[in-house]
């Protein structure tokens, strides 16, 4: 006896199937059955008529800077004058003015922030998102964004620490003193208090360089956590090579990159995540390299990369269709990349992503003719019910 069965569905698994009549069965807050309903002949406690809509896995988003407090918006009315996102920085702005926000925010304000800022992520069916730390940069703030990711309700969180996004002002002049500071105390005490799921490090000309980003990943070694990163998204520092070197979940952004730094996360067996929000914002005209990502077999995961300075795209069905617009995906990647590809970049490829049997019961029904009418339609947002798995 199963907990439940959708029938007059139709299926896009992402495993490749397409089912046009089919019925999908879940028990347990797990996918229990799955398959033509002519072939189902079994018994649930409820059944729900799908009404002909397409079932989808849930959305996952494993790219978000979703805690913090304050925004931008002047930042933004500074660019159109002509200012870079680059001098901004360097001035004090940038991600420090939203460092100086989340300090003086408490744990309750950033919750009510961050809940707020999801529901837009519920309505379109996403289910997992990933939160990096990142706006403390301090050891009591990095803890507190943590903590207040690991509180956030409605959809399952990744927790990735951030603590070398960008050097605090106390550190000025000392980056190594800084990576020291990150690596024998914040990230020790974040792990100590379970708060990190994986460690990502901003790779760049404006943050920090390839020798610092690999003692944060030995130290991310030594505690027993994956890596990320923060790779060549405004210059070729080799940050893709540098991240499959260090067998990385996922190497992200990656505009600069290389054809051997492509060639070496399709060896290592990284994911590409690419962030067609902050491509978008920036007004960036370099492509990361889709030819060479395909050719190698590098999966290729989408993310909105929400954040308050280079990517405030509150989104998944939009970073999907920038991603076919603006870097030519097909809208059958940019589904994968916000599924399957995505569950790897977080290293759920065992329980989420797709739709299979003994996998999460998360997936969202939708109110369309074709699977790629959700990345072509902007803002319709034709979600008519999410299902989610309470507990993983
Ligand atoms: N890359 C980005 O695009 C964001 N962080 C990062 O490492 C920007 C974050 C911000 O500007 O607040
Ligand atoms: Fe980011």
Redesign the pocket.
């Known amino acids: 006896m199963h907990d439940a069965v959708w029938l007059n569905a139709k299926l896009a698994t992402m495993t490749g199937a397409v089912i046009r009549d089919g019925a999908l069965a879940t028990s347990g807050g797990r996918i229990s059955w799955v398959g033509e309903r002519h072939q189902w002949n079994e018994k649930a406690r409820s059944e729900h008529d799908a009404r002909g809509a397409w079932i989808l896995p849930a959305f996952i988003d494993c790219?978000t800077?979703l805690v913090y407090a304050g925004n931008r918006a002047h930042e933004f009315e500074l660019r159109l004058k002509g200012a870079s996102y680059e001098e901004i920085a360097k001035a004090g702005g940038g991600i420090l003015s939203t460092v100086r926000a989340t300090r003086g925010a408490s744990e309750k304000e950033l919750v009510a922030a961050a809940q707020r800022r999801l529901s837009r992520w519920v309505a379109e069916g996403a289910t997992v998102v990933e939160v990096?730390s990142g706006y403390g940069l301090d050891r009591d703030t990095e803890l507190k964004m943590l903590r207040v990711a690991r509180l956030l309700a409605g959809v399952t969180v990744r927790t990735t620490f951030l603590g070398a996004h960008t050097l605090p002002e106390e550190y000025q002049g000392r980056a190594d003193a800084y990576i020291d500071f990150v690596c024998e105390e914040v990230l020790p005490a974040a792990a100590e208090e379970k708060l990190v799921d994986a460690v990502d490090v901003f790779c760049e000309r404006i943050a920090f360089s390839r020798a610092q980003t690999a003692r944060v990943f030995d130290c991310a070694k030594r505690l027993g956590l994956p890596v990320k990163l923060?790779a060549d998204q405004l210059s070729d520092l080799g940050g893709a090579a540098l991240a499959a070197e260090y067998g990385a979940l996922s190497a992200?952004h990656l505009e600069y990159s290389s054809e051997q730094g492509v060639a070496a996360l399709a060896h290592a067996g990284s994911v590409a995540v690419l962030?067609p929000g902050a491509f978008y914002f920036l007004r960036e005209a370099r492509l990361p390299p889709i030819a060479a990502l395909r050719r190698n077999g590098v999966p290729i995961a989408l993310a909105t990369?929400h954040?308050p300075g280079s990517s405030p795209l509150s989104s998944p069905l939009l970073a999907m269709n920038m991603a076919c617009t603006l870097f030519r995906l097909t809208p059958e990647e940019a589904l994968a990349g916000f599924t399957r590809n995505a569950a790897r970049a977080l290293g759920m490829q065992a329980t989420h992503g797709t739709l299979e049997v003994g996998k999460a019961a998360d997936f969202a029904l939708w109110e369309i003719d074709s699977p790629a009418e959700l990345v072509y339609a902007i803002g319709a947002a034709p979600c008519v019910r999410r299902e989610r798995a309470d507990k993983w």
């Open positions: 790219h800077h990096k923060h992200d962030l990369d954040n």
